[in-house]
């Protein structure tokens, strides 16, 4: 059971990274106002389906000791979700108003 975990966090991992370099590629070839375009209202629902989530699931964990740690990893990555959200959105109007 433990190398099935193994192999599913390395999978996990090289999706993640797969993701990423063609994130990256996205920013470099397209610019990141096009790419905040494209990935915002996505990453807008994921957010508010990762928040109800949170709350529902999270929060009550989070009163155990056991769960407290990662009730308080997955807050924090919950919050540069936010962030990255909020980031995109304000790149997005600026561009709108400024031209």
């Known amino acids: 059971m433990k ?3 193994k192999a599913l966090g390395g999978l996990v991992l090289w ?9 990256l590629a996205g ?6 106002a096009w790419m ?11 957010g508010a389906v990762s928040l109800l989530l949170l709350i529902f699931i999270g929060l009550p964990l989070s009163f155990f000791k ?3 740690g990662i009730c308080a990893t997955v807050f924090i990555n919950w919050s540069y979700l936010c962030g ?4 995109m959105a304000s790149l997005l109007v600026t561009i709108n108003l400024w031209g």
């Open 66 to 68: 056991k769960c407290r």
């Open 36 to 46: 905040s375009e494209k990935v915002l209202p996505i990453l807008t629902m994921l």
């Open 27 to 32: 920013l470099f070839f397209y610019g990141a």
């Open 3 to 5: 190398e099935k975990l």
């Open 84 to 87: 990255l959200c909020l980031w």
């Open 15 to 23: 999706i993640m990274f797969a993701t990423l370099v063609v994130v």
